[in-house]
Antibody, heavy 122, light 107 residues
């Protein structure tokens, strides 16, 4: 059974930093690209960042570029999101998301963690 | 970025109703269109990928169609567990983008 368990969320003041982690199990972690997707309270979904299987390729939404860094440790089946210079509008539930296998016709997000809440407020 | 526009934003329906949600892309995305269901306090769950392929384990009352810029999610006979918010999402080009969501409520 695929499991994605996020941790590291919490309350932080504007300008602060947080590091999110996602522990993965039930699949070959190193074979799958991974994403972070966030959802502000009462709002829709936004892709934040994506990392390739070996970490050699990354993508960031414009809203977080230069402030967030995605990384992974394939030896520990763990995905990370280092967030710095946090702003009030970064407040959201952050989901760790597994990309569909490369063999699928088109890419999609096939498994999601339960999410971790990040609250940025003074 | 590719903009995804869903309609309606919300709808009220009864158990047993046929429900249709549409999604329009701001440019052609071929069949790179996925549908997700989200219930309150829960993570989204994929229902349909590649516009019309049913994800394993998803009931057959859900179906998707379309190609290019116009897509549809249909629930053939609405069940109590289907009351939720539905999102379309394009994976044709980064950044992957979602529609704003359609909330399906009980009439």
């Amino acid at each position: 059974e695929v499991q994605l368990v996020e941790s590291g969320g919490g309350f932080v003041q504007p300008g602060g930093s947080l590091r999110l982690s996602c522990s993965a199990s039930g699949f070959t972690f190193s074979d799958n690209a991974m994403h972070w997707v966030r959802q502000a309270p009462g709002k829709g979904l936004e892709y934040v960042s994506t990392i390739s299987t070996n970490g050699g390729s990354t993508y960031y939404a414009d809203s977080v570029k230069g402030r967030f860094t995605i990384s992974r440790d394939n030896s520990k089946n763990t995905l990370f999101l280092q967030m710095s210079s946090l702003r009030v509008d970064d407040t959201a539930v952050y989901y760790c998301v597994k990309a569909s296998p490369v063999t699928t016709v088109t890419p999609y997000s096939d498994y999601w963690g339960q999410g971790t809440l990040v609250t940025v407020s003074s | 970025d590719i903009q995804m526009t869903q309609s309606p934003s919300s709808l009220s329906a009864s158990v047993g109703d046929r429900v249709t949600i549409t999604c329009r892309a701001s440019q052609s995305i071929n069949k790179y269109l996925n549908w997700y269901q989200q219930k309150p306090g829960k993570a989204p769950k994929v229902l349909i990928y590649a516009a019309s392929s049913l994800q394993s384990g998803v009931p057959s009352r859900f179906s998707g169609s379309g190609s290019g810029t116009d897509f549809t999610l249909t629930i053939s006979s609405l069940q109590p567990e289907d009351f939720a918010t539905y999102y379309c999402q394009q994976s044709y080009r980064t950044p992957w983008t979602f529609g704003q969501g359609t909330k399906v409520e009980i009439k």
